[in-house]
């Protein structure tokens, strides 16, 4: 009688490799920094993995990482992430997974509204403005949130109807243009309505549907106006 020598199927070893990435860090006027070490970025997967720092050239990396989603936190005291966070898919293997990020600088200058041309709800209307401690030139300029309410305790916590603002270096930076287009503005019923405006990060709340409070520099003073 013959025996015969079995042999047990052994679990497939799962590939692993590294994760290597470059943060990009703007200032508020959207200039890349010389310096961009520091960035402290997180790796998890539900829960923590990693940590690493960014050198001065923003680059990092995680070692012999098993193959799977995860995801990238980066955290630098003054400077939020730009866009939505999505999760990394990584292969693993003898190539390095390659990823790319972007911090942007929260808006530190002083915002002085002088008065406003309002042209209507649902139409292009303007802000003009003082800026006061500019840390140097935009590239392009500066976005805002625009916050409107019926009360003076109008804020981006407190408001009825929020517009988007834009202002752009060749017009000397003293004009928000708005684009009103919040069908809450149909809310607004009293006769004088309140008005303050925050400048906001670059890259973050873009569209409309992105509201990020978090991405929001100073508060600027309220104004407030009647519609004719």
């Not at 790796?43 to 799977?68: A, C, K, N």
């Not at 003009?128 to 949130?145: A, M, R, V």
């Not at 009825?160 to 708005?178: C, H, K, P, R, S």
Request: with cysteine; glycine share 8%.
């Amino acid at each position: 009688m013959m025996a015969s020598a079995g042999c047990e199927k052994s679990e497939p070893e799962l590939l692993s490799g590294d994760i290597a990435g470059l943060v990009r860090v703007y200032d508020e006027n959207q200039y890349l920094l010389e310096d961009m070490s520091g960035v402290q970025v997180s790796l998890t997967d539900g829960s923590f993995l990693d940590e690493s720092l960014t050198d001065p050239d923003g680059r990092f990396q995680f070692e012999d990482i098993s193959y799977g989603n995860y995801v990238v936190d980066l955290a630098l005291e003054g400077y939020i992430k730009s866009f939505r966070d999505y999760t990394l898919n990584h292969l693993g293997g003898y190539s390095p997974t390659l990823v790319e990020y972007t911090l942007h600088e929260i808006p530190t200058f002083e915002t002085w509204i002088d008065s406003i041309r309002f042209n209507g709800k649902y139409e292009r209307s303007y802000i003009y403005t003082n800026l006061q401690g500019l840390s140097g030139t935009p590239s392009i300029g500066y976005d805002f949130w625009c916050y409107f309410s019926n009360t003076p305790a109008v804020s981006k916590d407190l408001y009825v109807a929020v517009a988007m603002g834009w202002m752009y270096f060749n017009d000397n930076l003293t004009e928000i243009q708005l684009e009103m287009y919040d069908p809450d503005f149909d809310q607004l019923e009293s006769d004088t309505i309140y008005l303050r405006v925050y400048p906001r990060a670059w890259g973050r709340g873009v569209f409309y549907d992105d509201h990020y409070p978090e991405a929001l520099g100073n508060a600027s003073n309220v104004i407030s106006f009647t519609i004719q």
